[in-house]
């Protein structure tokens, strides 16, 4: 499902760890946040996390926020801490080949279910940060803008991007030529450049069409813009 247990809410001012305290006051716990990362890249993996963080005290990571929202270094700190003080935990990884076979929106469902099994502590409830995710084997929500209103989904967001900006930089010093370790594989003017004057390696994404279109599959913007002034 998507929503409350019946009867169950949680006030707008109820702070990051409101919903996973609503939950456990009715009884429902251990929850589950999951979240990903990667998936608006044309380059490299998709990364799903899962974190179950601990009642009171000790599940209180200090600095938690969405990780987008995060420096490196804030965000690097914040995951050793989700690490140290997670009941269980887990991080999968997507690659681009089968980021390419599923679809993305598939891929991504894909690795959220995946991230949730993988926890060594099975969950009761899970929330998920925008739409929800079914095949999860226990009740959820979706939490519009999760990683920012639930402490559990903004951990798995750290985890997720962590992980997955560890990885680009690997990537980068084994395709300098694309400067991955900057952009982590997005679209932005020196990753189209490059793209342009060498092609996609194979950590790129062929669903993506400006990709298709550097490896010569997909017609250029000038060649739709004269099939549309001849049919004019």
């Not at 979240?35 to 200090?62: F, K, N, Q, S, T």
């Not at 469902?109 to 226990?138: H, N």
């Amino acid at each position: 499902m998507s929503q409350l247990p019946r009867g169950l809410t949680v006030r707008r001012d109820a702070g990051l760890y409101g919903y996973e305290r609503a939950l456990r006051r009715v009884g429902i716990e251990p929850v589950a946040g999951v979240d990903e990362a990667g998936r608006g890249a044309c380059a490299g993996p998709l990364v799903a996390g899962a974190a179950i963080l601990p009642a009171g005290r000790a599940g209180i990571v200090p600095g938690l926020a969405d990780s987008k929202l995060l420096t490196e270094r804030a965000r690097e700190r914040c995951y050793d801490e989700v690490v140290k003080r997670a009941l269980a935990w887990s991080v999968v990884v997507i690659g681009s080949d089968e980021c390419d076979r599923l679809g993305m929106h598939v891929a991504n469902v894909e690795a959220l279910r995946r991230a949730v099994a993988l926890l060594e502590l099975p969950p009761a409830y899970v929330l998920t940060d925008g739409f929800p995710v079914d095949g999860l084997g226990v009740p959820g929500l979706a939490v519009w803008k999760g990683d920012r209103v639930a402490a559990c989904i903004a951990a798995a967001s750290v985890l997720a991007k962590v992980t997955r900006d560890r990885i680009m930089r690997d990537l980068d010093a084994r395709f300098p030529a694309y400067d991955f370790k900057t952009h982590k594989g997005y679209i932005t003017d020196v990753h189209s450049a490059a793209l342009d004057v060498h092609g996609p390696c194979p950590e790129h994404r062929m669903r993506f069409v400006n990709v298709r279109r550097a490896a010569g599959l997909e017609p250029g913007p000038e060649v739709h813009n004269e099939l549309v002034e001849e049919s004019s």
